[in-house]
Nanobody
Framework: QVQLVESGGGLVQAGGSLRLSCAASERIFSMYAMGWFRQAPGKEREFVADISRTGGSTYYVESAKGRFTISRDNAKNTVYLQMNSLKPEDTAVYYC????????????????????WGQGTQVTVSS
């Protein structure tokens, strides 16, 4: 069982930045592709970005391109989401997720494709 713990959320003004972290308990972290999702109040959980097992491939939802960067450090069992130029519409609970199947490197947007989930961290962007 892989345990994922997100951190780094908080309250930030529009235009500001936050760096989310997701620490995994599994020592074979490098065997999992990782994704970030978010869920705004009253909305469904949606895909934000994912990264391949080695970190060599990444994919972003259109609204995140140019503003967010997903990265990972396999030596630290951690995946990151650097968020810049934040907007009020980025306000949501952000979740990281791990995916065992890696036939497709990145661009896996379906929640059902992910095997393990963290508890989430709140990001609030004020206008």
């Amino acid at each position: 069982q892989v345990q994922l713990v997100e951190s780094g959320g908080g309250l930030v003004q529009a235009g500001g930045s936050l760096r989310l972290s997701c620490a995994a308990s599994e020592r074979i972290f490098s065997m999992y592709a990782m994704g970030w999702f978010r869920q705004a109040p009253g909305k469904e959980r949606e895909f934000v970005a994912d990264i391949s097992r080695t970190g060599g491939s990444t994919y972003y939802v259109e609204s995140a391109k140019g503003r967010f960067t997903i990265s990972r450090d396999n030596a630290k069992n951690t995946v990151y989401l650097q968020m810049n130029s934040l907007k009020p519409e980025d306000t949501a609970v952000y979740y990281c997720a791990a995916r065992v199947r890696s036939t497709v490197l990145t661009g896996v947007r379906s929640l059902g494709e992910y095997d393990y989930w963290g508890q989430g961290t709140q990001v609030t962007v004020s206008s």
